[in-house]
């Protein structure tokens, strides 16, 4: 019989190698909003949302000073919000920091937006769309797909709930 993971299931945390562990405090803490948690000295720094242990370990251990990955390994850190608002004022908030975006998506079940952090880690911000909105195929299987979002109407959410 095949083992197949509980539903409830989910990713716990990542670790991510950086250059520099200031500079990826800033990006995480300072512009996305994640909370220190923790240090090891100078060298590694564990932070999250909303007081869980850690949902991002950031280290220098192996990569100090170390110039940006561009081989195979992380594709990108998905950070999923609660609601579409959420998305939409972190969206807000990097655009008013002129932080540069890589794409934004919609990808029929979700609305993603994707960037870089200061090592060239990909990240991706996100929300799910509710289950019954997902498009599903003739067979019933999920019909996922990349469409361009319109950040227009994201970002008409913030301005909607001032």
Same mark, same amino acid.
């Given at each position: 019989?095949k083992?197949t993971?509980?539903?409830? *299931?989910?990713?716990?945390?990542?670790?991510?190698?950086?250059?520099?562990?200031?500079?990826s405090l800033?990006?995480?803490?300072?512009?996305?909003?994640?909370?220190?948690?923790?240090t090891?000295?100078?060298?590694?720094?564990?932070?999250?949302?909303?007081?869980?242990h850690?949902?991002?370990?950031?280290?220098?251990?192996?990569?100090?000073?170390?110039?940006?990955?561009?081989?195979?390994?992380?594709?990108?850190t998905?950070?999923?919000?609660? *609601?579409?608002?959420?998305?939409?004022?972190?969206?807000?908030?990097?655009?008013?920091?002129?932080?540069?975006? *890589?794409?934004?998506?919609?990808?029929?079940?979700?609305?993603?937006?994707?960037?870089?952090?200061?090592d060239?880690?990909?990240?991706?911000?996100?929300?799910?769309?509710?289950?019954?909105?997902?498009?599903?195929?003739?067979?019933?299987?999920?019909?996922?797909? *990349?469409r361009?979002?319109?950040?227009?109407?994201?970002?008409?959410?913030?301005?909607?709930?001032?």
């Amino acid at each position: 019989m095949k083992y197949t993971l509980p539903a409830q *299931t989910r990713i716990g945390h990542v670790h991510l190698k950086v250059a520099s562990l200031e500079g990826s405090l800033d990006f995480y803490c300072g512009l996305l909003g994640f909370e220190l948690i923790t240090t090891y000295g100078d060298q590694a720094a564990f932070i999250s949302a909303g007081g869980y242990h850690h949902h991002i370990g950031l280290n220098t251990w192996y990569s100090k000073d170390a110039p940006p990955a561009h081989y195979p390994g992380l594709f990108h850190t998905a950070i999923l919000y609660p *609601t579409r608002h959420d998305l939409a004022v972190a969206v807000q908030r990097l655009m008013d920091h002129d932080y540069p975006l *890589t794409g934004a998506s919609d990808h029929g079940v979700s609305e993603a937006i994707y960037l870089n952090d200061p090592d060239e880690n990909g990240v991706e911000l996100y929300w799910d769309k509710p289950r019954e909105l997902w498009p599903q195929k003739p067979d019933g299987s999920l019909d996922m797909y *990349t469409r361009r979002l319109n950040l227009e109407n994201l970002l008409a959410t913030v301005a909607s709930k001032k």
